[in-house]
């Protein structure tokens, strides 16, 4: 079942959840997984159709967006593993590429994830970070410059400092 709060969560996020939040969680309708995934798939789907141009090439795209997709590893990577899993209409061209571009977004986004982790991120502090001071996104969110170097001193930020990653050579 589609729940707002997973069954796996903290007892910490559960003690987060104010007294409006639960009332709201109380109030949204469940639905089973495969119906909920079946009704974003058909919208991603609809919206393809109604703003990929006609005169782009979807049967090219297509053609290099599955192998792009096939060829990506999903360890670790549960939710593109699930849509990657889910079939695509064949008889819906534009259709198609829209859920493959949402593929491929998923598959971004779970990089994105496990790199901000395993900087030693946690979501939370990342959004924090990448906010700054007024609430726009600042530089000072940046983990990295793309000048520094791995290995570098600059890659191992001293208390106090902007957060580092040292996985990574570019801005997360």
Do not use: K
Not at 23 to 47: G, H, I
Not at 121 to 137: D, E, F, K, W, Y
Not at 140 to 146: D, E, M, T, V, Y
């Amino acid at each position: 079942m589609v729940t707002a709060l997973p069954q796996h969560h903290s007892d910490r996020a559960e003690r987060e959840l104010t007294a409006g939040d639960r009332r709201l969680l109380a109030e949204r309708p469940v639905m089973p997984a495969e119906e909920a995934s079946a009704c974003y798939a058909q919208a991603v789907r609809t919206w393809g159709r109604a703003h990929i141009s006609a005169d782009v090439d979807v049967e090219r795209f297509n053609q290099l967006a599955q192998r792009l997709i096939d060829s990506a590893d999903a360890d670790a990577l549960p939710l593109f593993a699930g849509w990657r899993a889910q079939p695509c209409p064949g008889d819906d061209p534009a259709g198609a590429a829209m859920r493959r571009v949402h593929v491929l977004r998923e598959h971004r986004g779970a990089c994105h994830l496990a790199a901000v982790r395993l900087c030693g991120l946690s979501a939370r502090a990342a959004m924090i970070t990448n906010l700054g001071v007024s609430g726009q996104p600042s530089t000072a969110g940046r983990i990295r410059s793309p000048s520094t170097r791995l290995g570098s001193p600059a890659g191992n930020a001293p208390s106090g400092s902007p957060a580092r990653c040292r996985c990574r050579s570019t801005p997360v």
